[in-house]
């Protein structure tokens, strides 16, 4: 199968090449990618962009419709009418804004179709995502949503994805990529890069540019590699995304070496397009690995140059004869497949880069660039990982009630939630890095809608189920959407008229009058328990007048409020030994002069710097005892020096958990940038943090010279752990929407608010504030049970239970049921240390259920068994498959399990319904 694929491929690119006519002598190739670079949103709303309506409220679109900027629709028809010149192409990024001009433009849409030959998918998302920050998932959903309208405009997918303008990459994209089905990516953002700004490397490390600029041993065309072995081709875009823009500019400067671009110092002064194009070449070929070069052109929102058909041809018939370079106009999936090929036919290969390499040949580093915008507007990032559960949990529940045969048909909506939910990945949106006017006015609403629909469908379809099942005894049901089984702690409303009898069986009542008790659930399913008012384990809390001491089977915790309610001991109690060499969960008040992309410290001409904080604690209130739960809340009065601020702390201790619940609220002065701190027992030497769909390790270095704080700053998902020289692990933090975590020396720290509206200092095209009040929620948890090896899975799940908790409903004996659905049911399972991301009906054939499996470790077996009720009794019919549904060869199977030698770390299997 997969080789039939290649030779089709191969084919259609030998007529692609013949078609545009490369002379066979040609002994070089330098390739003009023409597009625009189209922001989802960043100084304007989304409808704006398309078409100025609402109108342009900052005077960005030029008054001239013939000059850039333009709204999307202008661009689009002005790409048209040059698509009929026969050297033209054109590619196109964002989904979103090619989707509207089909919507608006039959005329328009049309003369694309037209020469559709010559239009090419470059990207194929809803927009051009970050992939440091989303959510894994809704990182894939956000190409899926795409390419599945692609599909339907029978408009072809190229296969290669366009990141120009991420702010930094994730150091195991890879995995993602390999998932998808991806061929290529491009980018430009990275360490050492000219519109950094500033540069640190860790002592001894090169920049990944300075890496890759490098005549001898670098090269920007290169096979990434991930951790897990993933691989993806590679092209870094050296001058920025929009380097050929000044192709028609008689009298501009130009970079005319590698060394003149790594050094950002633009000296060749260009006469002539033939000398644009030549000083093209004189920069990229030296550490370009073929015969093969690539230029982009299109900055944000760029019309297309109309005279670039005149300039190629010129330089074929005035240069080519001479130096056999040839030009050409294509996308720069033309240039991949080009560069494949030529790679094929000298049995060559590229370089193979991975983050941990050690050496100039085999090292890439992504990360950092930019690292303020990871905790930039947190309400964003709060609502976007919310909603994404949310709508996995959805999912989940529309496959479970397939299996029950509930007859719930909620795909159009969930697909429609999807929608609304990808906007969120763009790399100006989830990083918080859009205007005010974007963000309050565009942004923050839509997630706000999004979360609601999303709340409102998960309760929908509990509900339903909860009316298809019956019990004898009032019972609780308990929905788990995670891909393994688990025993956690689940709340759940209670109705106002309860019987008194059934509210003493209830295990706990919450402060806010919910149900409390810890309840196992089987993988993908739910589970029917009796409420039973007996329990094993009791949290224990005692009061000295200053300090609460609170413990369970695996920790004690002591808050005081002579440490202004911050944590004085953290007492692992298998080792009863305190993790904390200080004060726990303290908080620091940075005053930061940076903007909301880049913390203060990260620029030398930048302020950053510890402020004094008077802090005045209040009084703290137990607002339960247990004995399942036991949680207390205070207030700390910090006096810092744009005023007083009031941060309420929230801690929470639950049976038979390894870590204690912290949930601070409050809002960021301003100019601030606040950091929670936690201080080990022993010097941290490297952290391990979740990455979108993976993880990493990390050692903290200086990013600046700043003597208040320097540390590097990591984009992290899920969880941080901590461990010292001997590769003990000293701590963990589990989170679900707090990104930015670092540490320095013995000290864990986490950045969980900024409010820095500054654009004086270093500003990079955007100003926005941020006085919201966020509640944000991570946890402490103790060594024990823990080892440096994330790949066990252990660290994951446990961060996965806590940040995606199990739903709870009441069931009452009393209550009218259609009793068509049993009382537990799991809908899949996977073997070892495996995890079930999600499992969804699809997009394109809604026979099919696709389920995503995430290994931490690789290679190894797994076996994946599903529901026979929905899948046949009979040896069911199981496909490996790309994250965008694409079919592929068959797995093997035995009557309702799924065998798999897992090479990678995400895989994607499609097993047909009955």
Same mark, same amino acid.
């Given at each position: 199968?997969?080789?039939?694929?290649?030779?089709?491929?191969?084919?259609?690119?030998?007529?692609?090449?013949?078609?545009?006519?490369?002379? +066979?002598?040609?002994?070089?190739?330098?390739?003009?990618?023409?597009?625009?670079?189209?922001?989802?949103?960043?100084?304007? %709303?989304?409808?704006?962009?398309?078409?100025?309506?609402?109108?342009?409220?900052?005077?960005?679109?030029?008054?001239?419709?013939?000059?850039?900027?333009?709204?999307?629709?202008?661009?689009?028809?002005? /790409?048209?009418?040059?698509?009929?010149?026969?050297?033209?192409?054109?590619?196109?990024?964002?989904?979103?804004?090619?989707?509207?001009? %089909?919507?608006?433009?039959?005329?328009? %849409?049309?003369?694309?179709?037209?020469?559709?030959?010559?239009?090419?998918?470059?990207?194929?998302?809803?927009?051009?995502?970050?992939?440091?920050?989303?959510?894994?998932?809704?990182?894939?959903?956000?190409?899926?949503?795409?390419?599945?309208?692609?599909?339907?405009?029978?408009?072809?997918?190229?296969?290669?994805?366009?990141?120009?303008?991420?702010?930094?990459?994730?150091?195991?994209?890879?995995?993602?990529?390999?998932?998808?089905?991806?061929?290529?990516?491009?980018?430009?953002?990275?360490?050492?890069?000219?519109?950094?700004?500033?540069?640190?490397?860790?002592?001894?490390?090169?920049?990944?540019?300075?890496?890759?600029?490098?005549?001898?041993?670098?090269?920007?065309?290169?096979? %990434?590699?991930?951790?897990?072995?993933?691989?993806?081709?590679?092209?870094?875009?050296?001058?920025?995304?929009?380097?050929?823009?000044?192709?028609?500019?008689?009298?501009?400067?130009?970079?005319?070496?590698?060394?003149?671009?790594?050094?950002?110092?633009?000296?060749?002064?260009?006469?002539?397009?033939?000398?644009?194009?030549?000083?093209?070449?004189?920069?990229?070929?030296?550490?370009?690995?073929?015969?093969?070069?690539?230029?982009?052109?299109?900055?944000?929102?760029?019309?297309?140059?109309?005279?670039?058909?005149?300039?190629?041809?010129?330089?074929?018939?005035?240069?080519?004869?001479?130096? +056999?370079?040839?030009?050409?106009?294509?996308?720069? /999936?033309?240039?991949?497949?080009?560069?494949?090929?030529?790679?094929?036919?000298?049995?060559?290969?590229?370089?193979?880069?991975?983050?941990?390499?050690?050496?100039?040949?085999?090292?890439?580093?992504?990360?950092?660039?930019?690292?303020?915008?990871?905790?930039?507007?947190?309400?964003?990032?709060?609502?976007?990982?919310?909603?994404?559960?949310?709508?996995?949990?959805?999912?989940?529940?529309?496959?479970?009630?397939?299996?029950?045969?509930?007859?719930?048909?909620?795909?159009?909506?969930?697909?429609?939630?999807?929608?609304?939910?990808?906007?969120?990945?763009?790399?100006?949106?989830?990083?918080?890095?859009?205007?005010?006017?974007?963000?309050?006015?565009?942004?923050?609403?839509?997630?706000?809608?999004?979360?609601?629909? /999303?709340?409102?469908?998960?309760?929908?379809?509990?509900?339903?189920?909860?009316?298809?099942?019956?019990?004898?005894?009032?019972?609780?049901?308990?929905?788990?959407?995670?891909?393994?089984?688990?025993?956690?702690?689940?709340?759940?409303?209670?109705?106002?008229?309860?019987?008194?009898?059934?509210?003493?069986?209830?295990?706990?009542?919450?402060?806010?009058? +919910?149900?409390?008790?810890?309840?196992?659930?089987?993988?993908?399913?739910?589970?029917?328990?009796?409420?039973?008012?007996?329990?094993?384990?009791?949290?224990?809390?005692?009061?000295?007048?200053?300090?609460?001491?609170?413990?369970?089977?695996?920790?004690?915790?002591?808050?005081?409020?002579?440490?202004?309610?911050?944590?004085?001991?953290?007492?692992?109690?298998?080792?009863?030994?305190?993790?904390?060499?200080?004060?726990?969960?303290?908080?620091?008040?940075?005053?930061?002069?940076?903007?909301?992309?880049?913390?203060?410290?990260?620029?030398?001409?930048?302020?950053?710097?510890?402020?004094?904080?008077?802090?005045?604690?209040?009084?703290?209130?137990?607002?339960?005892?247990?004995?399942?739960?036991?949680?207390?809340?205070?207030?700390?009065?910090?006096?810092? /020096?744009?005023?007083?601020?009031?941060?309420?702390?929230?801690?929470?201790?639950?049976?038979?958990?390894?870590?204690?619940?912290?949930?601070?609220?409050?809002?960021?002065?301003?100019?601030?940038?606040?950091?929670?701190?936690?201080?080990?027992?022993?010097?941290?030497?490297?952290?391990?943090?979740?990455?979108?769909?993976?993880?990493?390790?990390?050692?903290?270095?200086?990013?600046?010279?700043?003597?208040?704080?320097?540390?590097?700053?990591?984009?992290?998902?899920?969880?941080?752990?901590?461990?010292?020289? +001997?590769k003990q692990v000293l701590a963990a933090v589990y989170h679900g929407s707090t990104p930015a975590w670092s540490y320095v020396k013995d000290t864990i720290v986490g950045v969980i608010g900024r409010n820095t509206p500054g654009s004086g200092c270093e500003g990079k095209g955007a100003d926005g504030t941020d006085d919201y009040v966020h509640s944000i929620l991570y946890t402490l948890r103790v060594p024990s049970g823990l080892s440096s090896d994330a790949s066990s899975g252990k660290v994951l799940k446990e961060a996965l239970s806590y940040n995606t908790p199990l739903s709870g409903t009441y069931l009452s004996k009393n209550a009218e049921t259609d009793n068509s659905a049993p009382d537990h049911y799991s809908l899949a399972s996977v073997s070892g240390n495996s995890i079930i991301t999600t499992a969804k009906n699809g997009d394109f054939d809604d026979h099919t259920v696709f389920f995503r499996i995430y290994n931490p470790r690789t290679p190894k077996n797994i076996t994946l068994t599903v529901d026979s009720g929905l899948f046949g009794n009979g040896n069911v019919r199981a496909y490996n498959a790309t994250a965008l549904e694409r079919i592929a060869s068959p797995i093997q199977s035995k009557d309702n399990t799924v065998s798999l030698n897992a090479q990678r770390a995400l895989y994607t299997i499609g097993i047909k319904k009955v």
């Amino acid at each position: 199968m997969r080789s039939g694929i290649l030779l089709i491929t191969l084919f259609l690119l030998i007529i692609n090449l013949n078609a545009l006519k490369i002379p +066979k002598d040609a002994k070089q190739v330098i390739v003009f990618g023409q597009a625009a670079h189209l922001d989802w949103d960043w100084l304007n %709303w989304f409808p704006t962009n398309v078409d100025n309506h609402p109108p342009d409220h900052i005077s960005y679109f030029n008054p001239d419709p013939t000059q850039t900027p333009q709204p999307t629709d202008t661009i689009f028809k002005a /790409a048209g009418d040059l698509m009929s010149e026969d050297a033209y192409s054109y590619s196109v990024c964002e989904m979103s804004f090619l989707r509207r001009f %089909w919507s608006d433009s039959k005329e328009g %849409w049309a003369k694309l179709m037209k020469f559709k030959h010559k239009l090419d998918i470059v990207g194929g998302g809803i927009t051009s995502p970050d992939n440091l920050l989303p959510h894994g998932e809704a990182f894939i959903r956000n190409f899926l949503v795409g390419v599945k309208w692609l599909d339907q405009v029978n408009v072809s997918w190229s296969k290669k994805i366009w990141l120009p303008d991420d702010f930094g990459h994730d150091s195991q994209l890879p995995v993602m990529m390999e998932a998808l089905g991806v061929e290529g990516v491009a980018f430009s953002r990275i360490p050492g890069a000219c519109d950094q700004g500033v540069n640190h490397n860790p002592p001894g490390v090169k920049s990944a540019s300075e890496i890759l600029m490098d005549r001898n041993t670098g090269g920007i065309d290169f096979t %990434w590699i991930a951790n897990d072995g993933s691989t993806t081709f590679a092209h870094w875009l050296p001058g920025h995304y929009c380097a050929g823009d000044n192709i028609a500019c008689d009298y501009c400067y130009e970079y005319s070496t590698p060394e003149q671009l790594l050094a950002c110092n633009a000296q060749h002064m260009v006469t002539s397009t033939n000398d644009h194009i030549q000083q093209y070449i004189n920069t990229r070929a030296p550490i370009s690995p073929t015969s093969n070069i690539y230029v982009p052109i299109g900055c944000d929102f760029s019309m297309p140059v109309h005279e670039l058909s005149k300039i190629v041809n010129k330089w074929n018939s005035e240069i080519y004869p001479t130096t +056999k370079t040839f030009a050409i106009i294509e996308s720069f /999936a033309f240039y991949v497949d080009l560069v494949n090929k030529e790679l094929k036919e000298k049995s060559e290969s590229l370089l193979v880069r991975n983050y941990h390499g050690t050496s100039p040949e085999t090292s890439f580093r992504p990360s950092p660039y930019w690292t303020g915008f990871y905790a930039s507007r947190m309400g964003l990032k709060i609502r976007h990982y919310e909603a994404t559960r949310t709508l996995l949990g959805s999912e989940i529940l529309s496959v479970i009630h397939d299996g029950l045969k509930l007859r719930t048909n909620v795909n159009e909506k969930l697909f429609d939630i999807w929608n609304d939910l990808s906007p969120s990945t763009h790399h100006d949106y989830i990083t918080g890095t859009a205007t005010d006017y974007v963000f309050n006015g565009e942004q923050k609403p839509l997630l706000e809608k999004v979360l609601k629909n /999303a709340n409102i469908l998960k309760r929908d379809l509990l509900e339903k189920l909860k009316a298809s099942i019956s019990v004898e005894k009032d019972s609780v049901l308990v929905y788990n959407q995670l891909g393994f089984d688990r025993t956690a702690l689940v709340e759940y409303d209670l109705p106002k008229n309860i019987d008194l009898t059934v509210l003493k069986n209830v295990k706990q009542i919450s402060y806010n009058g +919910k149900g409390l008790s810890i309840e196992h659930a089987p993988s993908l399913g739910y589970q029917t328990s009796e409420l039973k008012s007996q329990n094993n384990e009791k949290i224990q809390y005692t009061f000295d007048g200053d300090c609460y001491t609170f413990e369970n089977k695996l920790l004690s915790a002591q808050v005081c409020k002579s440490t202004n309610w911050g944590i004085k001991s953290f007492i692992d109690s298998r080792t009863n030994q305190n993790a904390l060499s200080s004060i726990g969960n303290e908080l620091k008040f940075y005053y930061d002069g940076g903007n909301i992309y880049r913390f203060g410290f990260e620029n030398e001409n930048c302020e950053y710097y510890l402020q004094d904080a008077e802090a005045t604690p209040g009084e703290a209130e137990v607002l339960e005892k247990g004995p399942i739960r036991f949680r207390i809340r205070s207030s700390v009065s910090y006096n810092v /020096a744009s005023g007083n601020h009031k941060m309420i702390f929230d801690y929470q201790l639950v049976v038979g958990e390894p870590f204690l619940r912290i949930n601070v609220t409050g809002s960021s002065p301003y100019s601030t940038s606040v950091t929670t701190n936690f201080p080990l027992r022993d010097d941290i030497s490297k952290i391990t943090h979740g990455t979108p769909y993976h993880y990493d390790t990390k050692k903290s270095f200086a990013f600046s010279e700043n003597q208040h704080f320097n540390a590097s700053i990591e984009a992290t998902h899920n969880f941080v752990f901590a461990e010292n020289s +001997k590769k003990q692990v000293l701590a963990a933090v589990y989170h679900g929407s707090t990104p930015a975590w670092s540490y320095v020396k013995d000290t864990i720290v986490g950045v969980i608010g900024r409010n820095t509206p500054g654009s004086g200092c270093e500003g990079k095209g955007a100003d926005g504030t941020d006085d919201y009040v966020h509640s944000i929620l991570y946890t402490l948890r103790v060594p024990s049970g823990l080892s440096s090896d994330a790949s066990s899975g252990k660290v994951l799940k446990e961060a996965l239970s806590y940040n995606t908790p199990l739903s709870g409903t009441y069931l009452s004996k009393n209550a009218e049921t259609d009793n068509s659905a049993p009382d537990h049911y799991s809908l899949a399972s996977v073997s070892g240390n495996s995890i079930i991301t999600t499992a969804k009906n699809g997009d394109f054939d809604d026979h099919t259920v696709f389920f995503r499996i995430y290994n931490p470790r690789t290679p190894k077996n797994i076996t994946l068994t599903v529901d026979s009720g929905l899948f046949g009794n009979g040896n069911v019919r199981a496909y490996n498959a790309t994250a965008l549904e694409r079919i592929a060869s068959p797995i093997q199977s035995k009557d309702n399990t799924v065998s798999l030698n897992a090479q990678r770390a995400l895989y994607t299997i499609g097993i047909k319904k009955v």
